[in-house]
């Protein structure tokens, strides 16, 4: 069964910094697009950070040049590297698993259980 983990959230004061980790067990994440969504109270999910194969990455216009998604193929790890977080990040993230293709779209189907990010001012 296909296993993602997510850890390192916690709560941090506005221009802290955090960083995300997602272990993935029984799937390979360097062969597909993965990514890093957040949900937020009231809001929507949102997709924030995505990272394909080839190691193309894009960003959310709101944490661009602030997070930065990267992935360690021998650990089989995805990270999410936040700084300058404000408390409109607040958020439960969740790492996510799919298919090739353009990353942002396409359909993942494979989710992790979250990690909590608060954001103080």
């Known amino acids: 069964q296909v296993q993602l983990v997510e850890s390192g959230g916690g709560s941090v004061q506005a221009g802290g910094s955090l960083t995300l980790s997602c272990k993935a067990s029984?799937?390979?994440?360097?062969?597909?697009?993965m990514g890093w969504f957040r949900k937020a109270p009231g809001k929507e999910r949102e997709g924030v950070a995505f990272?394909?194969?080839?190691?193309?990455?894009n960003y959310a216009a709101s944490v661009k040049g602030r997070f930065t998604i990267s992935q360690h193929n021998a650990e089989n790890t995805l990270y999410l590297q936040m700084t300058s977080l404000q408390p409109g990040d607040t958020a439960m993230y969740y790492c996510?698993?799919?298919?090739?293709?353009?990353?942002?779209?396409?359909?993942?189907?494979?989710w992790g259980q979250g990690t909590q990010v608060t954001v103080s001012s």
């Open positions: 990272i394909d194969s080839a190691g193309w990455k």
């Open positions: 029984r799937y390979t994440l360097s062969r597909s697009c």
């Open positions: 996510a698993g799919g298919s090739s293709g353009y990353c942002p779209t396409i359909r993942y189907t494979h």
